[in-house]
Every structure is written in C-alpha cells, then in structure tokens.
C-alpha cells in the first residue's frame, strides 16, 4: 500500500501541472483581463466600480487619476492592443501593464506564478488589498458550514433511501422515490435554490426566511440559545437547495450496491441457514455494500464545498469562497482565480487518494499494489 501511496503522490505534480497549463492558457486569451478591467474604469466605461488597486506594487490608486488626467488632455492617440484604450498616454497602459506584472511574456508569468504556489505564496488581490490566502481562511469557514451539514444530510437521507428501495426493489414504493430521485437528478442545486428564494424568502409568496449571510446584524450580542437559532435560520435554504440537489446520485449509488450484494452466493447461503432476514441485510450485505459509499464521502465533500455550492452562495449572498470565486472571475483578479485554483486542484486530488485509501482501511481485502496506476 506504501508504494501505491507513492506512486499516486508522485502522479499528483504532472496533474496539478496540466490543470494549471490549460486553465492559465484559457483565462489569458479571453478579453477582459485586468488591464482591460482598469482601462475601462479610468475612462469610465466599465460595468460596475469594482476596481481597487492595492499599493503593493500590483497597482497604485494613484493610476486612476493619472490616468483620468491624460483622457482628459487627450494626448497621444497612440494605438494599443487593449480595447477602450484609445485616448490614454501609452507610458500608461505600459505603467498599468507593469503594475499587474503583464510587461514579462506568457511562459516567464507562468512559470514564476507555478514557483510561488509550490511554496504556498499565493500572492495579492489585485482589488482587494489583500493576500490571496488572507481571503481564503476568511471566506473558507462559511463554505465549510455549508459542505458539513449538506453532507451529512445527503448521508442520512441517502443510505436509509437507497437501502430501502434496494430491498424493495420494483415496488410502489421503489417507483415513486424513483420519480423524486429523477427530480433530483434533472434540476440542479441552483433552480432549486432559486424556488426556495421565490416561495419562503419574500419572492413572490412567502418571507419566512433570510435572503443574506449567514446571521443577522447584530448577531454577536445575542444570547448562544439566539446566536444557534438564528444561524439555523439563515442556513435552512441555502442547505436544503444543495441536499435537494445532491442526494439523488448517492441514493442511487446505495441501491445498486445493495441490489448488487443482495444477488451474491453468500447471501442465499446466509438466507439458506435461516438466519433473519434484518441480520442478512446489516450483519453480511450492509458492509461490502457501503464500501463505495463509504469510501467516497472524501471526495463527496471535496466536490459538495468546492463546486456544488458556488451558485448557490451568490444567490444567498452568502460570504464563502463560492461568492469568492465568482467575483474574482467576473474582475479578473487573477492572483485569486489561480491561487484558489491551485489549492483546491491540490486539496481535492488528495482526497481522491484519501479515498482509495479508505476503501483498504474498510476492506484490507482491496490490495492497490496489485494493479497498475
């Protein structure tokens, strides 16, 4: 197992490596880089003021008005590559240019970019005035809630379900969770999230619920009886979206596993000998059947904290790194789009290990070293 361990480790850089390759290719090409965001915000034209350039040698507050001076004189109708750019002294755009670090070629960027995060040295916001880290441990405890009770939710609803269509499979039963868990499968977190907003949170209907954060003002001087009930008031829709939306593949994955331990030898041996039927299903099928399920609930979370909630905190507006992400997408605040990125890439392949670890510390029958990587 130790050599298996090793072998996936090692194959975690050239992973990591291509992820980041792909994804820096990607971002760079798109329009609307940083230096775009700024342009636009110096002549005025950008969408929303979003832009705070850090004094950390990034970018100077004081580019903003050097720049508004230069559009405002009109000199040097120079060309520039950067669209909205026409109007602005050209030593500008190089001076913005060399603030966001964009005066060095493609390949020299990525290469100091990947040499800092293999030491964890995420760098500054652009916007914010921030370390890329700062921001994460800050935002990071707000998705956490929201991956641990999503989890544990999807858990305590879908093994119960699963185990319980499996053994009544092609029942009335069976079809009718079966029809739920199709409306499952078909609507994603986020629609749900939305009917939620619509119904209980003063849409259209009802206002029973919050629709921003995770407590209310004021919430440090309440008594802990009112700080944990107004916590769970606030994080009652945002939860029951993502479990609504979650729970259809793990109760699925249950059945089939049941259904596929159910029909073994061992099982009609067990039967055959009179033993109960309930001491059948928990004492010999439930283990080799929950393997999987078990087995997975490392990359379940991973996947729940990272990518199943990131729509869902922007529609509740809550504070984690999903809003995170989403904002430094739409500002291009690339120290946060790629330090976030490579972290997690990171987090979530190591919990893929984690996982297949867990299926030998379940069953040591499972031998790694017996098959290729």
Same mark, same amino acid.
């Given at each position: ?50 832009? /705070?350039? &850090? ?19 009109? /000199? ?6 950067? /669209? ?58 707000? &998705? ?23 053994? /009544? ?87 089939? &596993? ?116």
């Amino acid at each position: 197992m130790l050599a298996y361990i090793v072998r996936r480790l090692l194959l975690i850089v050239p992973t990591l490596f291509g992820i980041m390759v792909i994804n820096f290719v990607i971002v760079q090409v798109a329009p609307g880089g940083p230096v775009e965001q700024l342009i636009a915000q110096i002549q005025g034209t950008a969408v929303q003021a979003t832009a /705070r350039i &850090s004094g950390t040698g990034r970018g100077e507050t004081g580019a903003g008005g050097e720049g508004r001076q230069a559009a405002d004189s009109g /000199r040097d109708q120079g060309a520039s590559t950067y /669209r909205g750019a026409r109007g602005l002294d050209p030593e500008l755009i190089k001076d913005i240019e060399r603030q966001f670090g964009f005066d060095k070629p493609l390949h020299e960027r990525f290469v100091q970019m990947m040499v800092n995060y293999a030491v964890f040295d995420f760098g500054e916001s652009f916007f914010r005035d921030r370390g890329v880290m700062d921001l994460v441990l800050e935002k990071l405890p707000v &998705s956490i809630s929201l991956g641990l009770w999503t989890t544990l939710f999807v858990y305590l609803i879908s093994i119960p379900l699963g185990i319980a269509k499996a053994v /009544r499979d092609g029942s009335t039963f069976d079809v009718w969770t079966s029809a739920v868990v199709i409306v499952g499968y078909a609507i994603p977190a986020f629609l749900f999230a939305i009917l939620l907003v619509v119904l209980f949170a003063g849409g259209s209907f009802l206002d029973w619920f919050p629709l921003r954060g995770l407590t209310s003002p004021g919430w440090e001087d309440m008594s802990w009886p009112a700080r944990i009930g107004d916590y769970l008031w606030h994080v009652t829709l945002p939860v029951l979206a993502l479990v609504i939306g979650g729970f259809a593949g793990l109760t699925m994955l249950t059945k089939n &596993s049941f259904l596929e331990e159910i029909n073994k030898q061992y099982v009609v041996t067990a039967r055959s000998k009179g033993l109960a039927e309930r001491r059948v299903l928990y004492g010999h099928v439930f283990r080799n059947a929950m393997l999987i399920v078990i087995a997975g609930f490392p990359s379940a979370f991973i996947g729940i904290l990272f990518t199943g909630a990131l729509i869902v905190e922007v529609i509740f507006s809550l504070d984690g790194l999903g809003l995170l992400g989403f904002e430094a997408t739409i500002n291009r605040d690339y120290p946060v789009m790629f330090g976030t990125l490579y972290f997690f890439t990171l987090l979530g392949l190591i919990m893929n290990l984690l996982g297949d670890v867990m299926y030998h510390v379940i069953d040591p029958r499972i031998d790694f070293e017996a098959r290729e990587v």
